[in-house]
């Protein structure tokens, strides 16, 4: 095994095992040395990659929104497709999801995906609203957007029952009554 499959192996080993133990205790309970012990490693090892377990923590974020970046640069973009997409993603790797947004993880983590979407659609809401200002359509994002986190927080901490064609229509309806009111109201 070469170098670099060695501290991939590392981190991955790091990661799964703050999974685990972030599954047990909120974040701030979490420390280098539970999760040094349980990963088998040594303290200068975790530290040779991370700060500490909000470092951890925002760093497997990261690389879970960057993959999903890379991944929205190839699929449709409109939001209905987009949001199926985010939770297929979501489904795919749905314990570590769970996990993050769970009450021991980050209650942000849903904000931060729909935060790196907002470019996919900009152009969409330039064409549907023509008359907004850029700040009016940012608003009109934000404002969706919010309002779909808190469908996919309830979602996801529901265990993903629900399917996924019927949470993005509900989520759909909500904003074409949304943007329709806003058509209406500014035209």
Known sequence: ????ARIRYTKMVIKDTFIT???EKPVNKVTVKEICDLAEINRATFYKYYIDPF??????ELEMLS??????KTSPHSFRDIFIFIMVNIRADSERYQTLVSENGDSKFPRRIFSICYEHITDDLR???????P???EWLYSFSAQGCCGILERWIGGGMSESIEEVADFAQK?????????ANNYQ
């Open 174 to 182: 909500l904003i074409e009554a949304t943007t329709k009111a806003m």
């Open 67 to 72: 993959q999903l970046q890379n991944n929205l």
């Open 1 to 4: 095994m070469g170098l670099d």
């Open 55 to 60: 470092d951890l923590l925002d760093k497997i």
């Open 127 to 133: 064409k549907q609203f023509p008359n907004l200002s």
């Open 21 to 23: 133990l972030l599954k």
């Open 135 to 137: 700040i009016q359509q």
